[in-house]
């Protein structure tokens, strides 16, 4: 539960910072958008698993 809402936080902060730097100009480098690529894949797996879970029951 602390890894998940961990990772909540990190793509909900690189996502900011990914909208900040296109709305002001500036460069926060390719290491942003990579870590938030690799993030999303992570919160479709686990909204499908949850979805699975409750279908079962």
């Given at each position: 539960?602390?890894?998940?809402?961990?990772?909540?936080?990190?793509?909900?902060?690189l996502?900011?910072?990914?909208?900040?730097?296109?709305?002001?100009?500036?460069?926060?480098?390719?290491?942003?958008?990579?870590?938030?690529?690799?993030?999303?894949?992570l919160?479709?797996?686990?909204?499908?698993?949850?979805?699975?879970?409750?279908?079962?029951?």
């Amino acid at each position: 539960m602390i890894a998940r809402m961990l990772t909540i936080f990190l793509a909900a902060a690189l996502a900011l910072l990914i909208l900040f730097e296109h709305r002001t100009g500036t460069s926060t480098g390719f290491l942003p958008h990579m870590i938030l690529l690799l993030l999303v894949p992570l919160f479709v797996y686990d909204f499908w698993r949850r979805r699975k879970e409750r279908s079962k029951s």
